[in-house]
C-alpha cells in the first residue's frame, strides 16, 4: 500500500506554530520521522488557521525538500494554493484534489497533466458529501470520464470515497468500504483508490484501533493508498500484515522487519 504520511497540517499545533514562527527544523523532523516510519510520500496541508497558505505551502515545500526527495502530496481544497505549491516543488507531486465539479476539473485535471502530477479525487461535489454508495459511484464516474476527455492518465487518479467519523456516520462505513471495490472496476485501466483515514476514528475513543480496523477492511477491498499517522506503529503493523495475508509479499518469519527494510 502506499503510504502518504498526514502529519504535516496546520490542524496539528505543533505545525501550526512551526508554520506561524517559520520554524523550519520542526517541519523538516516531522518529514523524515515520517518516512523513517514508512512513509511513501507526505501530505503538506498549511491547515484552517493559515491565513496566507500561497506562501506558506511554498515555505512548506522548499523546507521538506531541503532534507529529502519524497513526493509531497499538495493538499488544498483552493487550486491557487496547489498551483503555488507546484511552482515550489522540484520532486515528484500529488495533487490533493479535486472534486466532482466542472470548475475543480477543468483546472486540476490539465495542471496535474501538465506537470506529470499523480491526481486525489474526492467523490464529492457542490450537493455536498454522498449519502450512500450509488452517489459515490456516479461521482467517481463523472470524474474518470473527465479525466478520459482530458487525456489525464487514469492509472494516475486515486479516487476518495471520503471517509467519515464512525461516530456519526456508522450507517456509511459498509458502503464506504465496498465503493473502493466498485471504483476499480469502473474503467480498464482502474483508476487507484485512496482513503484520509484519520477522519474515521475523529471523536471516537480508541481512535488508534479504529484506524487500523478500518484500513486492514479497507486492503481487503482493494485500497491502493492511504493518508495516515505512519508513527502509529501498531496501524503499520496491521497494514503490513493485511498485505501479507492479501499475498502482496511474501512471508517469512521476520515479515514486519523484511518490509520495513525494503
Ligand atoms: N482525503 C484526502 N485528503 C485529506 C483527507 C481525506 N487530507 C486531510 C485529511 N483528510 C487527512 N489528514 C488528517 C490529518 C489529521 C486528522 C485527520 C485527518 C486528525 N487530526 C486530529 C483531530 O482532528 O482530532 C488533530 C489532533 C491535534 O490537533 O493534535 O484526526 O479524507 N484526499
Redesign the pocket.
Known amino acids: 500500500m502506499f503510504i502518504i504520511g498526514?502529519l504535516i497540517?496546520g490542524?496539528?499545533?505543533n505545525i501550526g506554530k512551526a508554520i506561524r514562527e517559520k520554524n523550519k527544523a520542526e517541519i523538516q523532523k516531522c518529514a523524515l520521522e515520517q518516512i523513517k516510519c514508512g512513509a511513501d510520500a507526505l501530505?503538506v496541508?498549511c491547515g484552517p488557521a493559515s491565513k496566507e497558505p500561497i506562501t506558506d505551502i511554498q515555505w512548506l515545500v522548499e523546507a521538506i525538500q531541503e532534507v529529502t526527495d519524497v513526493p509531497i502530496s499538495l493538499?488544498s481544497s483552493k487550486p491557487q494554493v496547489i498551483e503555488s505549491g507546484l511552482k515550489a516543488a522540484r520532486n515528484k507531486v500529488i495533487i490533493?484534489?479535486v472534486t466532482a465539479d466542472p470548475d475543480k476539473l477543468d483546472i486540476l485535471v490539465p495542471m496535474a497533466k501538465q506537470h506529470n502530477a499523480k491526481l486525489?479525487a474526492?467523490t464529492i461535489s457542490a450537493k455536498g458529501i454522498p449519502k450512500d454508495k450509488d452517489q459515490r459511484l456516479e461521482l467517481a464516474a463523472t470524474i474518470v470520464a473527465d479525466c478520459i476527455d482530458k487525456g489525464f492518465p487514469v492509472e494516475d487518479l486515486f479516487l476518495?470515497p471520503?471517509?467519515l467519523p464512525l461516530n456519526v456516520a456508522q450507517a456509511q462505513m459498509k458502503d464506504i468500504l465496498e465503493s473502493i471495490h466498485e471504483f476499480k472496476i469502473i474503467s480498464d485501466p482502474s483508476p487507484k483508490t485512496?482513503?484520509?483515514l484519520?477522519?474515521v476514528s475523529?471523536g471516537t475513543n480508541a481512535r488508534s484501533l479504529v484506524n487500523r480496523t478500518f484500513l486492514t477492511m479497507a486492503a481487503a477491498y482493494g485500497l491502493d493508498a492511504a493518508?495516515l499517522d505512519p508513527l502509529d506503529k501498531d496501524l503499520m503493523d496491521a497494514q503490513i500484515t493485511a498485505e501479507l495475508i492479501l499475498n502482496k509479499h511474501i512471508y517469512c518469519d521476520s515479515f514486519l522487519y523484511a518490509y520495513r527494510k525494503k
Open positions: 498526514e497540517n490542524m496539528y499545533a501530505d496541508n493538499d490533493n484534489s486525489i474526492l476518495d471520503i471517509v485512496i482513503v484520509g484519520s477522519n475523529q493518508i
